[in-house]
């Protein structure tokens, strides 16, 4: 569960999520950043009775995507999958009977609203959970699935509904020993190079500074991921869980605490790498002409903020220091609405 090749490791602290009020999560454990094992609330919510058996009855018929070759090394650094259309069942049945493509397969990430309509009046979210970003998401994976590390702009919190999962943590503190991917790597997520169970030392000798904080969830427990922080989660069982991508309430009040250390390492190197998934792109020259108000857009579509003008300067600085410009190019007209900045590579969200 801990990775004896790491400088430190410390257990997530566990906490009765009942004796919690928004506010008091949000100021004790949301703006600091700081993981926790939330129990005491899950049980006995709607949610908690989708188990496997379940949703097979429930929506057995519902069509999924499930990503494919998760044994290979390629998916465990978080660098290619393969996604395949089949139902729900199909997949569980895979999944039960452990057949080749069973072992190999995981349904993540699935979109509740989309693919599961059926279970929308079913799906009450603990009230701890603030803004939401976007969300919620089913997961189902066999016993011995291994997620690769990454991070997620958005802070999460992970719901077991069924089976047992295993955790790993990693603070954005320590946003250069895990590795990121280089820039340009699709998706919305920043994904690690290092394979938590068989760290290659000899490549990634920094790992060694890193501290990780571990955790065994089960069947109603509910893990706090803060925004930016890599985490590795391992199926010890068959499994089933929910998640959901949220950040503080009020109107700017998330972007301004991303924009301040430790966590604007990770923001800036989330933005970077998203401009990088653009810069080939014959719209990128357009979006460079309004970039103020395509991040602006960005901003307000991602994380639902409406970013102050300090803001949006300090990160168009970034950016074209990224670039290595001094200016931006002269809006030359056409069209009212700026290209936007779009994720690349972001499947079946």
Known sequence: MSVSQCK???????????????????????RPGHPVVLQGVLPNLPLSKWTMEYLSKTVGNNEVNVRGKTDQADYKTGKSYTIRQTTFQEYVDDLKR????????YMAVQNISKTFPQLQEECILP????????????????KGHY?????????????????????????CSDHE???????GSKGKTIQSQVDCDNPNMNKFPKFANATCHYCTLHAGDMLFIPAF????????????????????????????????????????????????????????????ERLHL???????????????????KTLVAEILLFLGLEKLPEFK???????????????WR
């Open 333 to 347: 007209g056409g069209g009212k609405h700026p290209p936007p900045i779009k994720i690349r590579g972001l499947r």
């Open 8 to 30: 430190l490791n410390v257990p997530v602290e566990h906490y009765l999520a009942t004796q919690l009020t928004l506010e008091q999560f949000e100021e004790k454990f949301l």
């Open 147 to 171: 997620e690769y590390c990454h991070y997620d702009p958005d802070a999460s919190m992970l719901m077991m509904i069924e089976g047992e999962k295993q955790a790993r943590l990693f603070s």
């Open 177 to 183: 020993n895990l590795y990121p991917n280089p820039l």
């Open 294 to 312: 395509c991040v602006e857009n960005l901003i307000l579509k991602q994380f639902h903020e409406v970013a102050q003008e300090s803001h949006i």
């Open 229 to 288: 922080w890599w985490h590795q989660i391992t199926s010890l069982t068959d499994s089933v869980s929910a998640n959901a991508f949220f950040g503080d309430s009020g109107v700017d009040k998330y972007i301004s605490r991303i924009l301040e250390p430790p966590v604007y390492t990770a923001f800036k190197h989330w933005l970077t790498n998203v401009i990088e998934q653009n810069r080939s792109f014959a719209s990128f020259e357009r979006t460079l």
């Open 127 to 142: 009230n701890i959970i603030g803004k939401i970003h976007n969300s919620p998401f089913l997961w189902v994976g066999h």
């Open 98 to 105: 452990k057949t080749h493509r069973g072992t190999t397969s």
